[in-house]
Structure formats: structure tokens, C-alpha cells
């Protein structure tokens, strides 16, 4: 299983010198260097010409270093890849990923280009059909370090009607959590676009984390501090999970397998899912 800390991917548009220089110092557990979506037509051989000079060097360690490419079926996609094989970014983001071909493809081109083995992948699953091959493409090689929902692509593509609290997300949010997961992989939470309404990002993120995610995608430096506060475990929540372990292995060094702790029952699962919350915290 691989373990990254992808609490926080901030994009920030490859087109800007100025903001990847300001990505760096932000406390982002990743930045998404981005030359799809965030970057404009006529900007985009611009961007990925800038990439190596931008990064620089000395990129080391946190924020980890992550470049989306354009689409598979893109103009751009080969050049990209083989633009990003050269650079020491920790992964690379794979939109629109609707296949295991998809996947494989991009993976085959950077090697052809020279990508170190080292390097990981995180496709976006972003389409009905990416959703419907989403588990094959997250276990179809072991580079995938993680994989991200494209929230704002699926509504468009499926017709979704996105709202504040985003009900309407739970079904898909499911299907990304699963596979990523399932593939030993950190399922990554779409993006909250109002920059502005901290309340709601807050909210948003708890509701990714309660479902499952290991991060989430943000657009602004503003967005950095909700999301980690969202992902971390309270006081409270860290007291009541020691309390449930301590109870509950002393329960078994009596032979029992049940135990009651704040007038609720402790057994196995709950257990595990204290001690996964104390590996976290
Ligand atoms: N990464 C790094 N720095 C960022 C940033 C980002 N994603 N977004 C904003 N900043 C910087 C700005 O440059 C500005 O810096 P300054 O104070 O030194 O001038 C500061 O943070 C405040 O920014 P603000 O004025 O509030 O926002 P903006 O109008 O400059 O930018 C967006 C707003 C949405 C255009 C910008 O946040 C952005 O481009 N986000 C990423 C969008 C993207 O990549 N989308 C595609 C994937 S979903
Ligand atoms: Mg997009």
C-alpha cells in the first residue's frame, strides 16, 4: 500500500509563475501543477514549456509535487507526458480517465519518456464511463498512488445538478471511495469552488472525510486550513478512540469480545475503526 499525507492538493494553474512560487510556502500537502482545465487554449505550450524552469531545482518534500496533463485524446497529452517524465514531480494526474487504457497509456508514455519507476499516478474518474471502469482502472497498475473525483466534469457529463451540501454527490463520491480503496489507493474529494464560503467548505470536507476520502482538491490558498481541520480527528474524538482500544484489549485478555464504553457497544469493528483513527491523528 503506498502512504502519502494528500490531505490538501492545491491546483495551481502551470500558466503561473507567480502562484507556483507562492504554492510552495502555503502548508498544502500537495500541489496540483495544472495544465489541463486551469490553463486557457492559448496558454497551454506556454505552461508546459515554463514547467521545468518553474519548479526549479530544489523541490523537496512537502508540498509533494504532482503536474496534471491535459486529456487522454488530447493534442496535448503525449507532449505533456513526456514534458512531465523529465521533471521530479512525486505524480502525475490523469484527467478524464474513462478506461484502463487510459490509464496504461499515459502510464507506457511516461516510461518511454524517461519517468524514474518511482513515479505515481492519480486519475481522475470524471465521466459516467470512468465511473462505471472506475475499480479496474484504480488496481490496474501499482503506480496509482491515488484517485480523484472530477466532481464539476461528472455534473456536466451526467446531467447532475450540483447544490451547496452536495447531496447529490454521495452516490459517486461512494464509487471513488471503493475503488480507490480497494486498490490500496488514497481517494481524493472533489473541489469546493466558493472560495469564499468557509462554512460550506468546512462542512464539505467533513462530509468527504466521513465518507471515506483521505483528501481533498482545493483552488485557493484560503481553502487549506478548513480542509485540514475537516480531516484531523478532534481532542475528543482521540480520547474516546484510546478509551474504546484500552477497553476493549482488556476485554479480550479476559476472553471477552464485546464491551460497552460511554454506554455504547465496543466490538471488533468499532475497535478497528479507533485504532485507524488514532493511526491518523
Ligand atoms: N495557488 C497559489 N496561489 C494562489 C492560488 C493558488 N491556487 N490562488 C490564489 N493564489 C494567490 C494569488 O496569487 C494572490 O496572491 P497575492 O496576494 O500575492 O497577490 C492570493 O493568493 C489571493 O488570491 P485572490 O486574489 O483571492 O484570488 P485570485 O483572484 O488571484 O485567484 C482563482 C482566484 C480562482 C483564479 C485562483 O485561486 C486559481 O487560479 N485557482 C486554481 C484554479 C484551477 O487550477 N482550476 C482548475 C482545477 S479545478
Ligand atoms: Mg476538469
Not at 495551481?12 to 500541489?31: E, N
Request: overall charge negative.
Amino acid at each position: 500500500m503506498i502512504s502519502f499525507d494528500l490531505t490538501t492538493m492545491l491546483f495551481v494553474p502551470a500558466a503561473s509563475a507567480k502562484m507556483i512560487g507562492k504554492a510552495r510556502g502555503l502548508g498544502a500537502s500537495a500541489v496540483i501543477l495544472d495544465l489541463e482545465d486551469g490553463v486557457g487554449t492559448g496558454e497551454k505550450r506556454m505552461a508546459r514549456d515554463g514547467l521545468a524552469v518553474n519548479i526549479g531545482e530544489s523541490w523537496t518534500g512537502r508540498p509533494l509535487l504532482f503536474v496534471r496533463v491535459n486529456g487522454p485524446g488530447t493534442e496535448h497529452f503525449h507532449a505533456d507526458l513526456a514534458a512531465v517524465a523529465q521533471l521530479p514531480v512525486t505524480g502525475v494526474c490523469i484527467p478524464k480517465c474513462e478506461t484502463v487504457g487510459d490509464l496504461l497509456d499515459a502510464e507506457r508514455q511516461l516510461m518511454d519518456a524517461g519517468a524514474p519507476d518511482s513515479i505515481h499516478l492519480c486519475p481522475f474518474v470524471e465521466s459516467a464511463r470512468g465511473m462505471v471502469n472506475a475499480a479496474q482502472i484504480a488496481s490496474s497498475t501499482r503506480r496509482v498512488a491515488a484517485m480523484a473525483l472530477g466532481s464539476e466534469d461528472l455534473a456536466a457529463d451526467v446531467g447532475i445538478r450540483r447544490t451547496r451540501n452536495g447531496e447529490e454527490l454521495v452516490y459517486w463520491r461512494g464509487v471513488v471511495a471503493t475503488a480507490a480503496r480497494a486498490a490500496g489507493a488514497i481517494p481524493i474529494d472533489g473541489v469546493f469552488i466558493d472560495f469564499s464560503d468557509e462554512v460550506g467548505l468546512e462542512a464539505d470536507a467533513a462530509a468527504g472525510r466521513a465518507l471515506g476520502f483521505g483528501g481533498k482538491q482545493i483552488i485557493h490558498p484560503s481553502q487549506i486550513a478548513a480542509v485540514h481541520r475537516a480531516y484531523a480527528p478532534t481532542p475528543q474524538e482521540l480520547d474516546r478512540a484510546a478509551r474504546i482500544v484500552a477497553a476493549f484489549d482488556e476485554a479480550e485478555r479476559d476472553g471477552r469480545g464485546v464491551v460497552v464504553v460511554d454506554g455504547r457497544m465496543i466490538d471488533r469493528p468499532i475497535m478497528l475503526q479507533a485504532r485507524r483513527l488514532l493511526g491518523s491523528g
